[in-house]
Structure formats: structure tokens, C-alpha cells
């Protein structure tokens, strides 16, 4: 289910004009799901996917909890060090939800705007 939820995920956000660096990025810290950079190459974007059948046990993106956006926010501190770019960095969910064949997607946009108890974000 992952995979999928993943490629229609990256091809919403191709639609929107976005370029994906990466899918599956891995470090020691754990896994981004995709890496991309808005049309305007004025932020990088760190999207994290979750896939579910339907909503009736909750939103997806709730399923993001504080250890998750720690393990997302170190791995993206690596892909930093790795790739130096002048760009602001934003955190995304994207919500798929299979719904009988007919999938929809929800992009949250800066789902987590305060990273103050993270370093260096």
C-alpha cells in the first residue's frame, strides 16, 4: 500500500509544478518518503505519505506523532549536509486514501510550522 500511496503521491506534487529530488530516502535516522523542490526553487520540501483505506479510524496524517517528525527532521539535517542549497525547508503530509479504487489525496502544506524543539530548524 505504500508504494502506491508514494507514486500518486509524487505525481500530485509533479502536477503542481514540483521537482522530486528524492523517493525513499534513507539514513541511520530512518526514511523521508519524497524529497522535492517547489517550482520556484525557493523550498525544499520534505513530504512524509501515509496511505490508508478510508478515514473511518481517523486522518492519516494524525499518525504522525513526535518520534516520527524527529526521525523525519534528523534525516533531513543529513540530506542538508549532503546537498547544500540556498532554499527554505518545509515539512508536508500528504493523506491517500484508496477509497473503494477511486483514490483521493490531501497535501498539507507546513504540517508542523513550529520545529522549535528541534536543532536547527
Same mark, same amino acid.
Given at each position: ?16 509544478g514540483? !521537482? ?9 535516522? !530512518? ?22 483505506k ?37 515539512f ?27 536543532t536547527?530548524?
Amino acid at each position: 500500500m505504500g508504494d502506491f500511496g508514494e507514486s500518486l503521491a509524487a505525481a500530485l506534487l509533479e502536477s503542481k509544478g514540483y !521537482g522530486i529530488l528524492e523517493r525513499q530516502f534513507h539514513t541511520k535516522f !530512518g526514511e523521508i518518503d519524497i524529497i522535492a523542490m517547489t517550482q520556484d526553487k525557493s523550498t525544499i520540501v520534505f513530504a512524509e505519505v501515509k496511505t490508508r483505506k478510508d478515514s473511518s479510524h481517523g486522518l492519516a496524517a494524525e499518525s504522525v506523532g513526535h518520534k516520527k517528525l524527529h526521525r523525519m527532521v534528523r534525516s533531513a539535517q543529513a540530506f542538508m549536509l549532503e546537498n547544500p542549497v540556498e532554499a527554505d525547508i518545509r515539512f508536508d503530509v500528504i493523506e491517500v486514501y484508496e477509497n473503494r479504487g477511486c483514490p483521493q489525496l490531501n497535501h498539507i502544506e507546513n504540517a508542523f510550522p513550529d520545529l522549535s524543539g528541534f536543532t536547527d530548524f
